[in-house]
């Protein structure tokens, strides 16, 4: 992993509570979240992706996070386990 560098930054009191939430849904350190989100961002911006990849879905867009896949696994569960698999 390359060395970290150090990047101060004044934001809004309200998008710093913004931030730090989504970092709590996450399990992420506030920092950790303004890199996976600056990463995102930059990463979108890439040319050099294969037209018609699952990256290309989300371009623009944030990426799913795992609390995403947790919550539709869930509802799929959810829905199965509501069906009556014997008729």
């Known amino acids: 992993m390359p060395a970290a560098s150090t990047l101060t930054v004044r934001v809004p009191a309200a998008l710093k509570r913004k931030i730090a939430a989504r970092a709590r849904r996450e399990q992420r350190s506030i920092s950790g979240q303004i890199e996976h989100e600056l990463t ?3 990463s979108a911006e890439l ?3 294969p037209s018609g990849s699952f990256v290309g879905l989300f371009a623009g867009r944030r990426m799913p ?4 896949f947790r ?3 869930a509802l799929l569960w959810g829905s199965l386990a509501s ?3 014997n008729g």
């Open 40 to 42: 995102g961002v930059f």
């Open 47 to 49: 040319d050099d992706r």
């Open 65 to 68: 996070a795992e609390r995403d």
């Open 71 to 73: 919550e539709v696994r």
């Open 83 to 85: 069906r009556d698999l």
